[in-house]
T-cell receptor, first 112, second 114 residues
Framework: GENVEQHPSTLSVQEGDSAVIKCTYS??????FPWYKQELGKRPQLIID?????GEKKDQRIAVTLNKTAKHFSLHITETQPEDSAVYFC???????????FGKGTHLIIQP | EAQVTQNPRYLITVTGKKLTVTCSQN?????MSWYRQDPGLGLRQIYY???????DKGDVPEGYKVSRKEKRNFPLILESPSPNQTSLYFC?????????????FGEGSRLTVL
């Protein structure tokens, strides 16, 4: 089955700086790569996703890049703000009914 | 309001006492799934269902059962809970069946088994 590795497990950045979280996946058939944000005590919520026919997608301060050859994708957050503090999960899906395989999560801490 | 509702939100029980965590969605979604979240292990899929009467095992199904008798409901059953099932459980649903697309999560159910 699919295996998703996520790094780092904890990331601390100064407010206003950029943050990058990286994931690798094992199954070359995977074609959908979402990112979920989970604030403390809350449910995970989708913040951005990308499909395999696209190399990059941007939504305001958030962007995701995908390198299918290397089987890795990354989340980029620019101009970080206190409300960006959360746990972020990457995931990969090959289609079919197997569903998403999640990475172990990155705890992003925004230092004032 | 579109939502996924889980109950109970918090539960403390003892080893061996059967329990059910209910999940209901009002979005007419075909796909529903259960995940458990443990520190350092992320979200791991327990069971999923593509439609009524269709369920299948995820990555960590041992010790759990599910049923899907109605489209909106997908209860998680622990027949004989053990301490290693102490966890935070999330139910989720999605409009898409093949290729889940966006997952909508419930608020979570924190279970402690003593």
């Amino acid at each position: 089955g699919e295996n998703v590795e996520q790094h780092p497990s904890t990331l601390s950045v100064q407010e206003g700086d950029s943050a990058v979280i990286k994931c690798t996946y094992s199954d070359s058939a995977s074609n959908y790569f979402p990112w979920y944000k989970q604030e403390l005590g809350k449910r995970p919520q989708l913040i951005i996703d990308i499909r395999s026919n696209v190399g990059e997608k941007k939504d305001q301060r958030i962007a995701v890049t995908l390198n299918k050859t290397a089987k890795h994708f990354s989340l980029h957050i620019t101009e970080t703000q206190p409300e960006d503090s959360a746990v972020y999960f990457c995931a990969a899906e090959r289609g079919g009914a197997d569903g998403l395989t999640f990475g172990k999560g990155t705890h992003l801490i925004i230092q004032p | 309001e579109a939502q996924v509702t889980q109950n109970p939100r918090y539960l403390i029980t003892v080893t061996g006492k059967k329990l059910t965590v209910t999940c209901s969605q009002n979005m007419n979604h075909e796909y529903m799934s259960w995940y458990r979240q443990d520190p350092g292990l992320g979200l791991r899929q327990i069971y999923y269902s593509m439609n009524v009467e269709v369920t299948d095992k995820g990555d960590v199904p041992e010790g759990y059962k599910v049923s899907r008798k109605e489209k909106r409901n997908f209860p998680l059953i622990l027949e004989s809970p053990s301490p290693n099932q102490t966890s935070l459980y999330f139910c989720a649903s999605s409009r898409q069946v093949y290729g889940t697309g966006e997952l909508f999560f419930g608020e979570g159910s924190r279970l402690t088994v003593l």
